[in-house]
């Protein structure tokens, strides 16, 4: 009963360990640069990944629509870009 009681008792150590911020961020970095390269190989139709999400309409600022966004997402690039991004490679990465 006493060692419970004089476990309770004690204070708690804390330690604080100092890490470079670049180590931290160095996978998210590292995965954002491989995924700009992903996007910019050509795919089987001559165009990247890159050059159809720049071919959308703007989804924010003047001039902007939801509705034309989504419309052209549908007709053209829909299949193309849900392909890329579910693609098993990438959620492995």
Do not use: C
Not at 54 to 68: E, R, V, W, Y
Request: net charge positive.
């Amino acid at each position: 009963m006493e060692d419970k009681e004089s476990l309770q008792t004690k204070p708690t150590k804390f330690f604080n360990l100092s890490i470079k911020q670049e180590a931290v961020y160095q996978p998210t970095f590292k995965h954002r640069s491989w995924l700009e390269h992903r996007k910019e190989q050509e795919l089987e139709g001559g165009k990247s990944i890159a050059r159809i999400e720049t071919k959308l309409p703007l989804l924010h600022g003047p001039g902007a629509s939801i509705k034309a966004f989504v419309e052209q997402l549908q007709e053209k690039a829909g299949q193309q870009l849900e392909g890329f991004y579910g693609n098993v490679v990438l959620k492995k990465h």
